[in-house]
């Protein structure tokens, strides 16, 4: 099983990105998945989590209304849309899986004009 999270990048103040995070080896609608992000100093912590219904996900309030999970079933994918992007997103983003805790390798996203 693996996750291969990608989108991430370069983006000035109020924009936006969208990261997505590609499962392999299982279906991740069997599971809950979660974006996580780190910033230099800092300890690692949850953004954002969907669970396999879709219908109880929760925000960390920094990014409540500005950030939105979403998963495609079709495609094994889990996406973050990001935006009104601000320099503290600045952080590498990660995807987990759980149970059976798995996480991708991630993605650099830095918020700087």
């Known amino acids: 099983a693996q996750l291969v999270e990608s989108g991430g990048g370069l983006v000035q103040p109020g924009g936006s990105l969208r990261l997505s995070c590609a499962a392999f080896?299982?279906?991740?609608?069997?599971?809950?998945m979660s974006w996580y992000r780190q910033a230099p100093g800092k300890e690692r912590e949850l953004v954002a989590r969907?669970?396999?219904?879709?219908?109880?996900?929760i925000y960390v309030d920094s990014v409540k209304g500005r950030f939105t999970i979403s998963g495609d079933n079709s495609k094994n994918m889990v996406y973050l849309q990001m935006n009104s992007l601000k320099p503290e997103d600045t952080a590498v983003y990660y995807c987990?899986?759980?149970?059976?805790?798995?996480w991708g390798q991630g993605t650099q996203v830095t918020v700087s004009s």
């Open positions: 080896g299982f279906t991740f609608s069997n599971y809950v």
């Open positions: 987990n899986r759980r149970p059976y805790d798995l």
């Open positions: 969907i669970t396999n219904t879709g219908d109880s996900n």
